[in-house]
């Protein structure tokens, strides 16, 4: 049980506070919706889906964080988190509330009926609909309707923004110290994640798949290294393009491939035959071609590695990929796509794929997915 008088109590009672007020926002707004007056700002329905979409997302935080759970010891989520954190969620969640406790005070204001009242005006609009009568939907003084339309009505629409905003911040603030705090590391933690229902709800089970492939990839035993002669024949020199990158494909056995060539500098590393990788050059190939090779979530657009292979006469180090299924004409790179096609996207496709692409890398850099200075060393630049 959560004591009371803790933190982890406080907040819930704080979580359970913004929920109701939520509730409360969006019955406000179906009421104004149903009497015809939809002058909040935004249209009624577009505003009550808003609020009932974001009360849903605290909903799911609030079963995440604070259901008990054999994972933690019967503990709950919150309470493995360190006190710092914790304030910081109760400081959040108190901003939110705050938020969203003046929106339902200035709605209340202007269409705060009661649910009996409300039914009332509505049969009496129903037998008497008059336009010059004078039960109109608000009966407020000059004033009062001059106070809405001139100051209240953009307020409310600043709160809504502000509520949406201030909760896709917690949201992302609790999936950061989900996976890049301390407690990130378990795999237990992970796993639930993976499969709790809050969670793949909030969609943090992706970026917990991610972080338990890189858990997986430095467990994983033998090597990548393609040495069966076969591949030989397949993987060959990539003579570079310009805005094209250092791949091509090439089908083996029926299978689909794509090799990437990465320039190997021999000379940077220790003296060696000439015919192999020196052995710290080589250690982290294997661990980034390990990381490549575990299953990911589709969303992240990251082909499985098969292997990798050094190529002396060329200075290359080749990691093949596998392509499921089999793609329609040759690949181009996004490079290509942008400076050198002759259908380029539009402005704002290049805005949604640039978000889409930040928010990715955003993502594996989170979960310590991978890093570019990592990759960066595999190849003997310095």
């Known amino acids: 049980m959560i004591d009371p008088i803790s933190v982890a109590g406080l907040t819930i009672t704080i979580v359970d506070a913004l929920i109701k007020l939520g509730e409360r926002t969006a019955e406000l707004i179906s009421d104004a919706n149903a009497f015809e007056n939809t002058d909040i700002g935004q249209d009624a329905s577009e505003s009550r889906n808003l609020v009932q979409d974001e009360n849903l997302q605290t909903k799911l935080l609030r079963n995440l964080l604070f259901s008990e759970c054999s994972v933690y010891g019967g503990k709950t989520l919150f309470e493995q988190f360190d006190p710092d954190i914790q304030r910081q969620i109760e400081l959040l969640c108190r901003e939110i509330k705050s938020i969203l406790q003046e929106g339902v005070e200035i709605l209340e204001r202007r269409y705060g009926l ?20 004078s039960h109109s939907w608000s009966s407020q003084s000059l004033p009062g309707l001059l106070r809405w339309s001139f100051r209240d009505k953009k307020r409310v629409e600043v709160i809504l923004e502000s509520f949406k905003d201030r909760n896709s911040r917690l949201k992302k603030k609790v999936e950061l110290w989900c996976l890049a705090s301390q407690l990130g590391v378990s795999p237990e933690h992970l796993m639930h994640l993976q499969n709790d229902d809050a969670s793949r709800e909030l969609g943090f089970d992706k970026d917990a ?6 858990w997986d990839a430095g467990h994983m035993n033998g090597s990548l290294e393609l040495r069966e002669p076969s591949w030989d024949l397949f993987l060959k020199e990539i003579r570079p393009v310009e805005h094209q990158g250092m ?51 589709r969303v992240f657009r990251v082909l499985p590695c098969v292997g990798w292979k050094y190529l002396p006469a060329q200075s ?27 259908r380029r996207p539009e402005l704002g496709d290049k805005f949604r794929l640039a978000l889409g692409l930040s928010k990715c890398i955003a993502q594996m850099h989170m979960v310590q997915w991978v890093s570019f200075r990592f990759r960066h060393d595999c190849f003997g630049h310095r």
Request: charged share 20%.
């Open 247 to 297: 791949f091509a494909m090439f089908s083996k056995d029926g299978t689909a491939y794509i090799q990437e060539n990465h320039h190997y500098d021999p000379i940077a590393g220790p003296v060696m035959s000439g015919h192999d990788v020196d052995p710290r050059t080589k250690s982290r190939i294997e661990s980034l071609a390990k990381l490549l090779h575990q299953p990911k979530e």
């Open 209 to 214: 798949s991610l972080r338990l492939a890189q």
């Open 316 to 342: 290359s180090i080749a990691f093949v990929f596998e392509v499921q299924p089999k793609p329609i004409g040759a690949p181009v790179s996004l490079q290509w796509l942008l400076f050198d096609s002759d």
């Open 114 to 133: 009661t649910r009996e009242s409300s039914a009332s005006f509505l049969n009496l609009r129903a037998i008497s609909p008059s336009p010059g009568s």
